[in-house]
């Protein structure tokens, strides 16, 4: 099933790091944001999980959780968090079940070879679990403060919503 803007995301339930498990709805109440990265402990993969970790405190205050998701498995992600010293979790999705419900399994040519890869994506998913708004195939740099400022945006929503 495709996951679309303005659609509830649909059911999945995933390991992360810290031994928490993920689902469509244990976060119910509060944004989400999930990006899709191909691999730990490479150039741009660290870059932009620096990049998540550098704004964190931001995202909380903005009232989101923040989860990096690749195919790597925990042994990599514990080793990936520890490393950098990531404060939020890492999801293993080892069966690329969550990767391909996303649909950020496309085909990549490397050294001339064509091979299976994760598109770097990232899915903000609002606290009434509906996909608000989706980034694929996008670059690292700016792409963080992008992702913050439609958070910041979904919460002022919400308040006025509320108000």
């Given at each position: 099933m495709a996951i679309v803007v303005n659609k509830p995301i649909p059911e999945?339930?995933?390991?992360?790091?810290?031994?928490?498990?993920?689902?469509?709805?244990?976060?119910?109440?509060?944004?989400?944001?999930?990006?899709?990265?191909?691999?730990?402990?490479?150039?741009?993969?660290?870059?932009?999980?620096?990049?998540?970790?550098?704004?964190?405190?931001?995202?909380?205050?903005?009232?989101?959780?923040?989860?990096?998701?690749?195919?790597?498995?925990?042994k990599s992600h514990d080793e990936f968090k520890s490393k950098l010293e990531l404060p939020f979790e890492l999801i293993a999705d080892t069966e690329e079940k969550m990767c391909h419900m996303f649909g950020v399994v496309k085909n990549k040519i490397m050294y001339g070879k064509k091979v299976k890869?994760?598109?770097?994506?990232?899915?903000?998913?609002?606290?009434?679990?509906?996909l608000k708004q989706e980034w694929r195939g996008l670059k690292v740099p700016g792409h963080v403060d992008e992702v913050l400022k439609a958070v910041k945006a979904l919460k002022k929503a919400a308040a006025a919503a509320t108000a």
């Open positions: 999945f339930e995933a390991n992360a790091t810290s031994g928490i498990r993920v689902s469509n709805t244990s976060h119910l109440g509060q944004t989400l944001v999930l990006y899709f990265y191909p691999k730990d402990n490479t150039p741009g993969c660290t870059t932009e999980a620096m990049q998540f970790r550098d704004k964190y405190k931001d995202f909380v205050k903005a009232g989101a959780m923040v989860f990096g998701v690749s195919r790597d498995n925990m890869g994760i598109e770097r994506s990232t899915f903000l998913i609002g606290a009434d679990g509906i």
